[in-house]
C-alpha cells in the first residue's frame, strides 16, 4: 500500500512540473545524440533531438528523446553519488510510469549549458548519460554539441532525406502502375511459347492431363518494362539478350525496390524476375458431339450431344467445328450415327475420334487424327 501511495504521489509531482509557470523551467535541446551500435558498440547516430530540462519549483529533471519508434520522457530527481562517484537520478519514465535511473559522471545541471560533445566517432565518458528504464533495458546517450554547423548539417541531411523520399515515392507509384502490365505481357508471350511448342514437338498425356514432348519446360526471365509499356527481355534462362539492360540491372543502384515481388525501378524501369513452367499453360479443352451420315444423300447432320448421351435429341442440330469436320467427311464413310470426341488448345485441332453407333465404351474409338506421340 505504501508503495502505491509513493506510486501515485510520484505521478502527481510529475503531472504538476508540467503544469508549473514556464518561467521556472530551464531547458536546453540537442540537435542529436550519440549511442553505441547494438551490434558492434561503435558510436552511432540517433537522428533525433535530446531535450533537457530542469524545473527550479520541483527541483526535477526532465529528458525527451526518440530512441527507434520509441519516444521516452523521463522525470527524474537527484539522490545522491554511488560509490564509484556517478551522479544518481532517479523517478519515473512518464508515457509507461516506471522506475527510471539516470547516472551521469557530471551533474545534469551542467547538461543545461550545451554540454556535448563535438565528435562523432567515440564516445567522451564525462558526457554520458547511463539511462535505466524499468522493464526496458538501458541506453548510453551522448548528447552533442549544438553548433551552427550541425545544424546546417543536419538540416541538409534532413532536405535530402526528404528528396529521397518523394523520388522513392515517385518510384514505386511507377513499380505499382507499370509491373502488372509487364508481367501480363511476359505471361502473354510464355503462353503463346508453350501452344507453338506443344503442336511443334508434339503432346504426350499421362493420367489424363497433356504435356509438350520431349522438351525443357522450365524458364527463368529478366525483363524490364519502360514507361512507354514497351517490355523487353533481358535474360531467359542463362542467355542474355540485351547486355546493356542487363549490366544496369546488376550494377545501378535502383530507386525502389520490392523484395516480396522481386521488381526494382531503375531509370524509370521496372525490372523483374519471373519463372514459368511451359506445361502449365497446356489447357487443354475436350469437346464432344454427334453426327449422322447418310449415304444415299451422302450428308452429314451433326448434332450438339454424343449419340450415347441421355441429353441427345434428333433436333438438337449444330454447325460443326471446321476443324473437325473434314477430317471426318473424308473417314466416315458407312452409314450410321457416331459420337464425336475432339480436344483443341487455343481453337487448334489437337485430337479427334469416334465411336459408332451401337458401341458404348471409349475404348472402342477409333482415333482419326493426333499429335500426341
Known amino acids: 500500500m505504501k508503495r502505491i501511495c509513493l506510486f501515485l504521489m510520484s505521478a502527481i509531482m ?32 540517433s537522428g533525433s533531438t535530446l531535450l533537457i530540462s530542469y524545473s527550479s519549483k520541483s527541483a526535477s529533471y526532465g529528458i525527451e528523446f526518440k530512441f527507434g519508434f520509441m519516444k521516452y520522457s523521463l522525470n527524474v530527481s537527484y539522490k545522491g553519488k554511488s560509490i564509484g562517484g556517478q551522479y544518481v537520478y532517479s523517478g519515473y519514465e512518464i508515457n509507461n510510469m516506471v522506475q527510471t535511473t539516470v547516472r551521469t559522471s557530471t551533474k545534469l545541471s551542467q547538461f543545461l549549458n550545451n554540454y556535448g560533445q563535438v565528435q562523432e566517432d567515440s564516445f567522451e565518458k564525462n558526457k554520458q548519460l547511463d539511462i535505466h528504464i524499468n522493464g526496458m533495458g538501458s541506453l548510453s546517450v551522448y548528447p552533442i554539441k549544438d553548433t551552427p554547423q550541425k545544424r546546417k548539417k543536419i538540416e541538409e541531411e534532413k532536405r535530402r532525406e526528404e528528396e529521397q523520399k518523394i523520388a522513392e515515392d515517385r518510384a514505386k507509384s511507377t513499380l505499382e502502375k507499370l509491373l502488372p502490365i509487364g508481367q501480363k505481357s511476359l505471361e502473354d508471350s510464355v503462353r503463346q511459347e508453350a ?77 523483374f524476375e519471373e519463372s514459368f513452367d511451359l506445361n502449365e499453360y497446356i489447357k487443354i479443352q475436350e469437346n464432344e458431339c454427334s453426327v449422322r451420315y447418310d449415304k444415299k444423300t451422302n450428308s452429314y447432320i451433326y448434332y450438339k450431344e454424343p449419340y450415347r448421351s441421355n441429353l441427345f435429341d434428333e433436333s438438337n442440330q449444330m454447325e460443326a467445328p471446321k476443324e473437325i469436320t473434314e477430317i471426318i ?19 487448334k485441332l489437337v485430337s479427334l475420334s469416334y465411336i459408332k453407333n451401337g458401341f458404348m465404351e471409349k475404348d472402342y474409338t477409333t482415333e482419326l487424327y493426333s499429335i500426341y506421340k
Open 195 to 271: 501452344i507453338k511448342e506443344f503442336f511443334k514437338n508434339g503432346g504426350k498425356k499421362i493420367y489424363g492431363k497433356s504435356y509438350i514432348a520431349s522438351i525443357d519446360t522450365k524458364r527463368s526471365y529478366i525483363a524490364a518494362i519502360d514507361t512507354m509499356s514497351q517490355v523487353t527481355i533481358i535474360k531467359k534462362n542463362d542467355d542474355i539478350y540485351n547486355e546493356m539492360l542487363h549490366k544496369e540491372w546488376l550494377e545501378k543502384k535502383p530507386e525502389y525496390k520490392d523484395y516480396y515481388k522481386g521488381a526494382k525501378v531503375i531509370n524509370e524501369k521496372v525490372y
Open 14 to 45: 510529475v503531472i504538476a512540473t508540467y503544469a508549473q509557470n514556464p518561467t521556472s523551467i530551464k531547458k536546453f535541446e540537442y540537435p542529436e545524440y550519440l549511442c553505441p551500435d547494438p551490434y558492434m558498440g561503435k558510436p552511432m547516430r
Open 329 to 347: 467427311e473424308n473417314n466416315i464413310k458407312k452409314k450410321g450415327m457416331y459420337s464425336l470426341f475432339w480436344e483443341t488448345l487455343d481453337g
